[in-house]
């Protein structure tokens, strides 16, 4: 992962014969979507729109490790059996609430957009998230949104599909956020971008994966407590400095506005 400037501190000045118009730092911020923009996983909080609340129980033992977009798959088609539509799953995405903090780094991004790229990467599905974002006014801040393929069929039943396919033996066979996260660099590289940091903003065991891929010069910031920084704990203990990026660990996502903002200060 190269970056532009990168370990220098400086934006670049210089491009070719001569000097060119200065311009300000280029940063990738990554978010994850469940426990760290919103308070709840997503996928739980569909159940709200199931009678009763509840999944039968022969449902919910039907879950496997590694094939959790399989579950929900069965999930979905459930529910609409029970009769649950788009509105239905639409109320109850935009009703999920943010995690503490999400708002004041949503300002801080909207305040400081020229500086910062910002992708979503999840493991959720796209119906739910963009009514999620559009609901909370923040959409617009994002450049892309990688997430499992969803959408009604003719009988109205929200359906999912996997995102991909990959190699990684450490990822959900549906999807490896670290194959996303290096095929997007590498286009914005073909594109003439290149960032000089990544921020990855996470919570989860599949956010530590794309984590352990950032260089020196990138910010890791994993929600405190949650399994993506207890395996970046892990990692210290059993491999000092394999984690090459800075950890910064976060109850309030106030606290990731606050460190971005410190960043900014100390490079003008």
């Known amino acids: 992962m190269r970056r532009c400037c990168q370990g220098v501190g400086l934006p670049c000045l210089f491009k070719g014969v001569g000097m060119a118009t200065p311009r300000p730092p280029r940063f990738l911020l990554v978010f994850d979507f469940d426990e760290t923009i919103v308070a709840e996983n997503s996928d739980d909080s569909v159940v709200r729109a199931a009678p009763g609340q509840a999944l039968p129980e022969?449902?919910?033992?039907?879950?496997?490790?590694?094939?959790?977009?399989?579950?929900?798959?069965?999930?979905?088609?459930?529910?609409?059996?029970?009769?649950?539509?788009?509105?239905?799953?639409?109320?109850?995405?935009?009703?999920?609430?943010?995690?503490?903090?999400m708002p004041e780094l949503f300002q801080f991004l909207s305040k400081n957009h020229e500086l910062f790229e910002v992708i979503l990467i999840s493991d959720a599905n796209m119906f739910g998230i963009?009514?999620?974002?559009?609901?909370?006014?923040?959409?617009?801040?994002?450049?892309?949104?990688?997430?499992?393929?969803?959408?009604?069929?003719?009988?109205?039943?929200?359906?999912l599909g996997p995102y991909h396919s990959h190699k990684c033996l450490d990822c959900p066979a549906n999807m490896c956020k670290r194959k996303i996260l290096?095929?997007?660099?590498?286009?914005?590289?073909?594109?003439?971008?290149?960032?000089?940091?990544?921020?990855?903003?996470g919570d989860g065991a599949n956010d530590f994966c794309p984590s352990v891929a950032l260089t020196s010069a990138?910010?890791?910031?994993?929600?405190?407590?949650?399994?993506?920084?207890?395996?970046?704990?892990?990692?210290?203990?059993k491999q000092p400095g394999a984690f090459q990026a800075t950890v910064v660990p976060w109850e309030s996502a106030a606290e990731v506005a606050r460190y971005l903002q410190e960043l900014l200060k100390k490079k003008c």
């Open 218 to 237: 990138d910010v890791a910031f994993p929600r405190k407590g949650f399994p993506m920084h207890r395996m970046t704990q892990e990692m210290e203990k």
């Open 130 to 159: 963009e009514a999620k974002l559009r609901a909370a006014g923040v959409h617009s801040l994002f450049r892309k949104i990688f997430s499992n393929p969803s959408s009604f069929d003719k009988r109205g039943y929200l359906t």
């Open 182 to 201: 290096t095929e997007y660099l590498a286009e914005r590289a073909q594109e003439e971008v290149e960032f000089e940091r990544v921020f990855y903003v």
């Open 58 to 101: 022969p449902l919910r033992q039907s879950q496997r490790q590694g094939s959790y977009n399989e579950y929900m798959q069965r999930v979905l088609a459930f529910l609409g059996d029970q009769g649950v539509r788009a509105a239905d799953f639409k109320a109850v995405y935009e009703n999920i609430p943010l995690t503490p903090g």
